[in-house]
């Protein structure tokens, strides 16, 4: 079958090789891809919105099945829309997709479902705002822009003024335009932060490992939040007890959606916080897979990746539990990011290194461009530099090795070399 991936990060760099090394998968296609995916898949040029452009493009090319990687088009209803054009369509409807989408609408429906959460509270209006963080305390609180931010939309205040100043900005839309002007602020819990990815059907789930990644742009999670820095598993400290309860809480989850009229079909992405209590707790749903957290999933992934993303659009995903074969290796990912990300990106500084094969690593490419042979930078995060390993100082150790000087390299290129601490 042929399949079309929409987006051009790193996750969609890693969705779609993986379906390309599918026996039942004849060609990739990409709306509109990046440099890397240019290498072994067609790049259509259609944008990630133009929804008619690429329903349509399915219908004249007999593509089947798209996988929609990026939660702005889930946002935006792409599932909706381009079901209408009779294709079948990895991802949530727009519905669905609102459990990202809005954070205040998510904390709602933890309540209601009774799944476990931090103390959240939604303002529209600074002064109660700035009132409510001075009877926490700023050190007790995070203030959260309700709408999608890039991932960039979490801001963890050390002080009074630093919050009154976050609240104004973030209200007034110059932080991050219209996803800021309501606000939610959540208790600001301590201990081990788990990224949970669960693909379903809409009534049941098939787990994927368990991730963390570091969102920080500096080592030591120093800095401003970014799209995500690094990605690593396995979690050593996810014991059994603790494995048993992260499930409850996706089935409730997922349980919780189909009675509200509006069942998870896609990935639902859990960023969940293990309290020092042992207790996990959710701070955020995502509706997608992760990035840079989906690239080393797919090379711990052993079995094909087809039937799963196809049982969650078309129904019983649980057949699929047996099947799907995840490695016990260690996996884990780098990201290579441009001079001044993420406040900014530089664009069209060529990469070197990229000609040669690294034996033991994969090379996904999110901010690159493809032209005449060579690859240059396109965006905030470039590369993600991706390995396997018997443990994560194996993997890691392969990731490193071919970063610099005498391998992959560009001007300005930033990276934390110290992906996996709090693990290591
Ligand atoms: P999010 O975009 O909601 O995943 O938040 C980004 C980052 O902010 C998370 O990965 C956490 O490190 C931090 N964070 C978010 N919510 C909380 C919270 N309630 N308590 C402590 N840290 C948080
Ligand atoms: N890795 C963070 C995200 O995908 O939101």
Known sequence: MKVLVIGSGGREHALGWKLSLSENVEKVYYAPGNGGTATFAENTGIDTYDFNAIGKFCVDNNVEFVVVGPDGALAEGAVDQLEKFGLKVFGPTQAAAKIESSKAFTADFLTRFNIPQPV????????????????????????????????????????????????????????????????????RLRGQEVSVFAISDGE?????????????????????????????????FVYDELDTKIRKIIGDTITGMKQDGTPFRGCLYGGLFVTEEGEPKVIEYNCRFGDPECQPMMLALDSDLLPLLLASAQGN????????KISNDAAATVCLASAGYP???????????????????TVFHAGTKLEGGKFYTNGGRVLNITARGNDLKDALSKIYAVIGENGIHFDGMQYRRDIGFRVL
Not at 153 to 174: C, F, K, Y
Not at 214 to 221: A, L, N, Q, R, T
Not at 317 to 324: F, N, P, Q, V
Not at 343 to 361: A, R
């Open 343 to 361: 406040e900014s990106s530089q664009k069209g500084i060529e990469i070197h290194g990229l000609e040669k094969d690294y034996e033991g690593v």
């Open 204 to 236: 049941d789930f098939v787990l994927l490992p368990y991730f963390q990644d570091h969102k920080p742009i500096f080592e030591g999670d120093k800095g401003p939040n970014t799209g995500g820095m690094g990605a690593y598993t396995p979690l050593p």
């Open 120 to 187: 959240n509270k939604t303002f529209t209006d600074t002064e109660s705002a700035k009132e409510y963080v001075e009877e926490q305390g700023a050190e007790n609180i995070v203030l959260k822009a309700d709408g999608l931010a890039l991932g960039k939309g979490v801001i963890l205040p050390a002080t009074q003024t630093e919050a009154n100043q976050a609240i104004d900005q973030m209200m007034s839309g110059e932080l991050f335009g219209d996803a800021g002007s309501t606000i939610v602020i959540q208790e």
């Open 317 to 324: 995903i649980s057949k699929l539990a047996e099947t799907t």
